[in-house]
């Protein structure tokens, strides 16, 4: 999430140039070029900020430079970040392209239909930057007003008993599953990003939680066989997990296992000695990326 | 809510301390502050608690005020009054206008619940018994208005007060049961896992 | 909340009916009356209904209550103030005793909105009505759960569904005028010229 470039001491100060002051504590830690959540909002904001680091109009052609840090950036980003959090960014690299494309055009030549074209599409990138920046800017005024109001108090007190009766009727218009269906809105966790992956690749598993599994059935009885680990296993993902940290449980010597013949049936003993679930903890290290 | 434990020295510290801001500035104006957010009534201790003065000239102050309010100050009558009650101090609407106070309640639109009062409702409905700061906190977001709605509707309910920390743990009522066409909460339809499953962390964070 | 529908036939029919036992009143004090008992702005027509006298009496009464509560007229300054907010009037704390109240009622901080909440709030403010995909391609991020932050806080509503998209439209509530402490929309300030121009490519590519 940091790719640190701290060769370029100038860098750090760009990284929210609009609201400087608003995310203080955190600018002090961050040295170089350090996209953190707290200040960094997207491709547009780190588009803006690449930018204005280098000071550059984005008309110019030495955005080959502003491209090669994008690039650098993403690559630092690893394959640890969230695929839609990468997929955004792709619209950034997109828009880069686009402008570099309209930047290596002649200039003041206007002849062919298509070059008209591409600097059109130059202009509206740029309006959209544009545009992006003004409600960044305008937001700030936000911020003020609604903290300003937030400490005034107005008179909002309940009314008298005598008064409340003559309350009209409330229209209430809910079921219990509309109802429920609220509730589950207003337990979310706020603000915390909600594209959907689930559709398009199985949730991880983790070894560390299946091996878990596999210490507690191990410990509960003399012997066990690998089958009836995986009973009720409901996908191969964990199956394969399950079998990943018998593996990795022979190697820490906390289980001994027996095959009679090839491919038959496995047999489980938990022999460990010394076994703490802080060894749980680290269990499948090699696993992690 | 009133608070008739506070003793002389509580007043006299809250004197020296977290008024001391504001202490050039007139008592009657001050108390005028307070009297306008309080929902019941208050006694002069607790006001003058509040306004970081002794009780004596609070109580002085709260006569003038009286006074101003029914006329016989410089101004003139107010459509409220200020009035003890009970032993407290609260501002009323002035008698005269009770008729006219009716009628524009009963002229109201028939009342809608707002998107924030009914996902209050909601959280109240699945985590009752629970306080205002503990919803407070689930919502991200000031609820007081919200609760006084729902109090004021007759959805909710103050079930009973916390004895360590004073927290009114609130309930729903009978009423939502109906409203939602269901015999008692059992019938609500389950929300789990963010309830169940996340119970434990869901509990810290609420419970600060 | 507040009705703007009334039309002057209505006000007069008011008058002429169920106020009239308090016709000989002055129409400050039931606007005091009135003023004390609502939680939320209500506009001049609204008052004017709820006291049953013409506008124009009603906005000369309130501006007559502003000077006296401001100290202008014969009595003293009051600890409370009368403000324009949100389209309506309502009673609040002199700004003078909002730290004397804060402190007094306690409670948390209110929970501030995140920079991705403020602009995508700002976004919806300026270009309402607008989809949820509009401003996302403004701001080029996934605004899902901050729009359902702000829905979620009452400062912005659901407008309409795009009979042909099925696209809801989003725009702004008077509670969020409230919030911020201005009367309507055209108080925002005003935004870069640049986005007027670019405005009309830029919605056609936003609206597919």
Do not use: C
Request: net charge negative.
């Amino acid at each position: 999430m940091a790719p640190s470039h701290s060769e370029d001491p100038s860098a750090g100060e760009a990284s929210d140039a609009s609201a400087p002051e608003e995310d203080a504590p955190q600018e002090v830690v961050d040295v170089g070029f350090r996209v953190s959540l707290s200040n960094f909002d997207g491709p547009f904001d780190l588009l803006l900020n690449l930018i204005s680091k280098h000071e550059m109009d984005i008309t110019e052609v030495s955005l080959s430079k502003v491209t090669d840090e994008f690039i650098a950036y993403l690559r630092e980003l690893g394959p640890d970040e969230d695929l839609d959090e990468t997929s955004e960014f792709l619209v950034v690299a997109a828009t880069l392209l686009d402008m570099k494309v309209a930047g290596l055009l002649p200039q003041g030549e206007l002849v062919d239909a298509e070059s008209v074209a591409l600097l059109e599409a130059r202009d509206l990138l740029f309006a959209r930057l544009l545009q992006y920046r003004a409600f960044k800017e305008v937001s700030a005024w936000f911020s003020r007003s609604l903290q300003y109001e937030d400490r005034r108090h107005a008179r909002a007190v309940r009314l008298d008993e005598k008064h409340r009766a003559r309350t009209p009727e409330l229209v209430w218009t809910l079921s219990a599953s509309d109802f429920a269906t609220l509730a589950l809105m207003a337990f979310a966790p706020k603000e915390i990003p909600t594209v959907g992956l689930d559709h398009l690749h199985a949730p991880l598993v983790s070894i560390r939680e299946q091996a878990a599994i596999v210490v507690t059935l191990l410990r509960s009885a003399e012997s066990v066989t690998f089958r009836e680990i995986v009973a009720g296993a409901a996908e191969p993902g964990i199956v394969v997990a399950r079998f990943l940290s018998v593996l990795e449980l022979y190697r820490h010597a906390a289980l001994s296992f027996e095959q009679l013949e090839p491919l038959g049936e496995l047999t489980l003993r938990w022999s460990a000695e010394h076994w703490t679930d802080e060894m749980l903890a680290t269990l499948g290290a090699d696993y992690d990326r | 809510m009133t608070d008739d434990t506070v003793t002389d020295a509580d007043v006299t510290d809250a004197a020296g301390t977290g008024a001391a801001a504001t202490a050039e500035l007139p008592i009657t104006e001050k108390l005028e502050a307070i009297l306008l957010i309080i929902d019941e009534p208050h006694s002069l201790v607790s006001l003058a608690a509040a306004v970081g003065a002794p009780v004596p000239a609070v109580r002085q102050a709260i006569e003038s005020l009286v006074d101003e309010y029914d006329g016989r100050g410089q101004g003139p009558r107010r459509g409220f009054e200020l009035r003890e009650v009970g032993g407290g101090w609260r501002l009323y609407v002035r008698e005269d206008y009770d008729d006219l106070v009716a009628e524009f309640i009963g002229g109201q639109a028939p009342a809608r619940l707002s998107q924030a009062a009914l996902e209050t409702l909601s959280v109240i409905a699945y985590k009752q018994p629970v306080t205002r700061s503990q919803v407070a906190s689930i919502r991200a977001v000031n609820v007081d208005s919200v609760v006084r709605t729902l109090l004021g509707r007759g959805l909710i309910t103050e079930l009973f007060q916390d004895s360590e920390t004073g927290a009114i743990n609130y309930g729903t009522t009978d009423l939502l049961l109906q409203n939602l066409g269901i015999n008692s909460l059992d019938e609500l339809p389950p929300i789990s896992p963010l309830l169940d499953d996340g119970a434990d962390g869901f509990d810290e964070r609420t419970a600060r």
